[in-house]
């Protein structure tokens, strides 16, 4: 079959089972048919406030149902969905809905202060907004003209500068039904999602799994014990996760943890942050190494590694092969390195049409169609790629590099520690120190503890030279740490 637009597709899952589930969060569910019909209600709605093909509608909602309402309402018109935090301050949003030009943003009181922030002209529509119903003997039920959007969706990234940028997808709403679902999604069946939409991720797989028939269950916020009672409740076979959630979902008491008949699942993924070793043989002993997935790509998505758990055991610490894209890994003069060797992180895409483009930001280039996205890693003689971290991130500690995620992952297996991050503090002897924020009640644990700990696991220079407690989580439920911040935030 030809391929059909995004709105189009979802019309035939509605007309094949227009009484099947096809969004659920907390206690609200929509089915098929009515995920259409309200999506069609709403997509009249915006293109009476200006919105039409191509253009950006900023969505700044939180995990619910009418965020995938919206996000078929605005397919529906052929325009772009930009999403963003709902927590997002004001500076921030402002600056993005300038970058975007959006027309509307969904999710903001128009009456409020962040409304008025933004630029002129700016339409508001609050959270919980409902179109006024059409008028009778109209044409308000009928379906509206088939669109595509030109980019399916334009999330959003503030990378290593702080300032935000958009990375537009190069690849249009559109979609052959007839092809297998990506990433061992299938058809029909339930994902589990816990992870915030406006991260990249969750959203993908959110929609990808909508787009291939599926019931898609996401949670309000993360929640552990939560997540583990949607995919028993709901039979789910697809579950997305983080490494973050990973530890909490481990670490919840034996008795908890294992009452929750997980018997329906068949892949777990995780990616968005390293996942140290400890917490994947935990995992795989758990579940099994053929149910553990991991993937490894940029929003970018000039080229994506996969790995399930039984490669995994056999290359501990790797990220997987390509899958598509090619990867190369070079030193700081562009010179390709042989396998063994840790450089900069290169990938180019193959295609003929690129993979995204920015609004705010130039990419990193390299003749011949590479880019990098700042990882560092290597590759080992069978192809497969293991990552250190992001050059940004690098600490140079009396002429040595430290590498934060090695240390995070050391000081997250102790059992008290929460979440925590490593960043480089300036000192005047040895350049910078390695200094570790963690959240943990110092009461079950003290900094002396914590780093005889880690120095059982850890090379002396590796260690850290301080460490702060902070009762606040550091990294947020799509496993993002901003390192840079909370060093800027100390100097």
């Not at 202060?113 to 002129?120: C, D, K, N």
């Not at 958009?166 to 994902?191: H, K, N, T």
């Not at 590479?370 to 003689?381: K, N």
Request: glycine residues 10%.
């Amino acid at each position: 079959m030809a391929q059909l637009s995004f709105p189009a597709r979802l019309r035939q899952l509605a007309a094949e089972a227009p009484d099947r589930p096809a969004v659920t969060c907390d206690d609200r569910s929509v089915t098929r048919a009515e995920l259409v019909a309200a999506g069609d209600r709403l997509a009249r709605d915006l293109a009476a406030r200006g919105v039409g093909h191509g253009d950006f509608v900023t969505v700044a909602l939180p995990n619910s149902v009418d965020w995938f309402v919206t996000y078929v309402a605005v397919w529906a018109l052929g325009a772009v969905p930009q999403p963003v935090s709902a927590r997002l301050p004001a500076r921030e949003l402002t600056a993005i809905v300038e970058l975007a030009g959006s027309k509307v943003v969904v999710g903001v009181d128009p009456g409020s202060e962040l409304a008025a922030g933004l630029p002129a002209g700016t339409e508001c529509i609050p959270v919980g907004y409902e179109p006024a119903a059409g008028p009778s003997g109209g044409h308000a039920d009928e379906p509206l003209p088939d669109a595509v959007s030109p980019a399916w969706k334009a999330p959003t990234s503030g990378g290593s500068t702080g300032r935000p940028k958009l990375i537009v997808s190069g690849d249009p709403a559109l979609i052959d039904p007839d092809a297998e679902p990506p990433r061992m999604l299938g058809r029909d069946g339930c994902i589990v999602v816990p992870g915030p939409l406006y991260h990249n991720g969750p959203a993908v797989w959110s929609c990808d799994a909508l787009l291939a028939g599926k019931h898609v269950v996401v949670l309000p916020r993360f929640d552990a014990e939560g997540t583990l009672a949607a995919i028993a409740e709901h039979r789910a076979d697809v579950v997305y996760l983080v490494p973050t959630m990973m530890k909490r979902i481990l670490r919840l008491p034996d008795e908890v943890r294992l009452a929750y008949d997980l018997s329906s699942l068949q892949v777990v993924w995780h990616l968005a942050e390293p996942c140290p070793p400890w917490l994947k043989d935990a995992w795989i002993e758990w579940l099994g190494p053929e149910r553990i997935w991991e993937l490894y790509a940029g929003t970018e998505a000039q080229a994506a590694t996969i790995i399930n758990g039984v490669e995994w055991l056999e290359h501990r610490g790797s990220v997987g092969r390509p899958v598509f894209g090619e990867i190369s890994i070079r030193d700081v003069d562009g010179v390709e390195l042989p396998a063994g060797e840790q450089g900069e992180v290169w990938m180019r895409s193959g295609r003929d049409t690129p993979t995204y483009r920015y609004l705010g930001a130039e990419a990193k280039e390299l003749d011949g169609g590479w880019e990098s996205l700042g990882d560092v890693g290597w590759l080992d003689d069978d192809g497969y790629l293991y990552l250190g971290d992001r050059l940004q991130d690098m600490i140079l500690t009396g002429g040595s590099n430290v590498y934060p995620a090695e240390v995070e992952a050391v000081l997250a297996e102790h059992p008290a520690v929460r979440s925590c991050a490593v960043i480089g503090l300036p000192d005047d002897d040895r350049g910078n120190i390695v200094h570790a924020i963690v959240e943990a009640d110092s009461a079950e644990v003290s900094a002396d503890e914590l780093l005889a700990f880690a120095a059982d696991r850890l090379v002396r220079y590796k260690l850290p030279r301080s460490v702060e407690f902070v009762s606040e989580p550091l990294r947020d439920d799509a496993g993002k740490v901003r390192r840079t911040a909370l060093r800027a935030a100390r100097l």
